[in-house]
């Protein structure tokens, strides 16, 4: 009869706004902690975070929030009450296992009229749960996507394992800089260091794309979805946690090139960037490559292994409509990489209901194939050495940067196209669902 009454006591905590509302509020942030520290972008956080606060009885007009990507500000008032809560972000990295984890505990935490205990229980657990995948199997993942990167490129069977084998060597320096402490900018200089170094020698080696490697063996420290992220938080308004995410990958951007610039001149090599990197017409190439540069990327980014196919086929799918709009229609790159990364996020919005996934754990791996990594630090590279490039060369490097960003820009807007056509319907019917869940909860206790 007491834990009767004790249970009645925790729903009703959750049906009065103000009760228990320091344990609200730092479960909310908890919430948005983990899912910012874990590479979801900010409309995401702010949905799951609403929803979380409707289960706690907090309605959406009592609920303020303000986000940047290092600090979470929360705030619950009304005519007679207020109640302020901030919380620090200051480790970032991606996991989409705690994104998706979460997503569900919302819904769930909704649907089983969860106290908040249980809540706090099941968040907890989605915080210390292990990687899916060992440091040797992230490693191993790291090689091979480098290596199928370097397949789009047009490398030969001999570069593409001299690609892995590099970039394997690259990442295990990045973990082990990220294990004794070092920052994070330069673990990405010494990872970029150590996998361009490397690569060297495949000039020694049997191969006839030699330069390859030396290009795709530090792709893998692109950062891909913060700068996915930080354009679809521009084009979505929030402009605070979108230039931040800009900047720090434009850090990590720096760090890489660096790296590589000081690996080519400690080599004596002269600089690659000029090299025209054009696949040959191969879609059997295509399709090999382009999934295994997304599952490997995906075991990075700590994909439910259940996932990894889905995101094989995504990638495919972006990288073939992608070469097919470019190479047989001859549009531009940025006109396919926008049409592949389209196509891929419609194929989502249906995915999640086959899947049980949020859309972003489907598609942003399913793009990172269509990432200009290359594009990037090609302009980088120049402005670094910008006393030993002839003016061509820089307006080149230019062009490449531009390109670049128009092309990523083509992967965000095109990851978000169907939300930004359908975001009233899918809202709607979200709110119904939550609404109907809510209902539910209420007739229980009566």
Not at 118 to 133: F, Q, V
Not at 193 to 212: C, D, I, N, R, V
Not at 406 to 425: E, H, Q, Y
Request: with cysteine; aromatic share 12%; net charge neutral.
């Amino acid at each position: 009869m007491t834990e009767t009454k004790s249970y009645r006591e925790q729903q009703n905590v959750l049906h009065e706004t103000y009760a228990a509302i320091g344990k609200k509020t730092e479960l909310l942030l908890t919430t948005g902690q983990l899912l910012m520290e874990n590479g979801a972008d900010t409309r995401r956080i702010i949905r799951d975070m609403k929803r979380v606060a409707a289960y706690m009885g907090i309605d959406e007009k009592q609920f303020n929030l303000h986000i940047m990507y290092t600090t979470l500000m929360l705030n619950i008032s009304d005519e007679t009450h207020s109640y302020t809560n901030f919380r620090k972000c200051l480790k970032h990295a991606v996991d989409m296992r705690i994104i998706s984890a979460i997503s569900k505990l919302t819904w769930r935490a909704l649907r089983d009229h969860y106290t908040l205990e249980e809540y706090e229980d099941n968040l907890k657990t989605i915080a210390s749960k292990p990687r899916y995948y060992s440091e040797w199997q992230v490693i191993l993942a790291t090689g091979f996507a480098c290596g199928a990167f370097c397949g789009l490129f047009g490398c030969d069977l001999n570069a593409f394992f001299y690609t892995a084998v590099c970039s394997m060597f690259g990442k295990f320096v990045q973990i082990y800089c990220h294990k004794i402490g070092i920052n994070a900018y330069m673990t990405t200089a010494f990872a970029a260091f150590g996998a361009t170094a490397l690569a060297f020698f495949a000039h020694f080696l049997p191969t006839t794309t030699p330069w390859h490697p030396i290009i795709a063996s530090a792709l893998f420290l692109v950062p891909g979805i913060p700068l996915i992220n930080a354009i679809s938080d521009m084009i979505n308004n929030y402009l605070i946690s979108g230039a931040a995410r800009f900047i720090h990958t434009s850090l990590v951007i720096g760090g890489m090139t660096f790296g590589i610039v000081f690996a080519i001149n400690a080599v004596s090599l002269d600089a690659f960037t000029q090299l025209h990197m054009v696949p040959d017409n191969d879609y059997s190439r295509f399709v090999t490559c382009a999934a295994m540069g997304a599952m490997g990327f995906s075991i990075l980014f700590n994909l439910p292994p259940r996932l990894l196919f889905a995101a094989g086929i995504g990638g495919v799918i972006a990288v073939c409509t992608r070469n097919f709009c470019v190479f047989t229609l001859g549009w531009s790159s940025v006109a396919g990489t926008f049409i592949g990364s389209t196509l891929v996020s419609i194929i989502s919005l249906y995915a999640i209901h086959w899947l049980h996934a949020p859309t972003q754990v489907l598609t942003v791996p399913s793009v990172i194939p269509l990432v200009p990594g290359v594009l990037i630090y090609r302009m980088l590279f120049a402005i670094i050495n910008i006393r030993d490039v002839s003016t061509e060369q820089l307006i080149q490097a230019i062009q490449s940067g531009v390109d670049a960003v128009l092309i990523i820009l083509g992967i965000a807007i095109g990851v978000a196209m169907p939300n930004i056509f359908a975001d009233r319907r899918f809202e709607r019917r979200k709110k119904e669902e939550q609404e109907r869940l809510l209902k539910e909860a209420y007739e229980a206790e009566e």
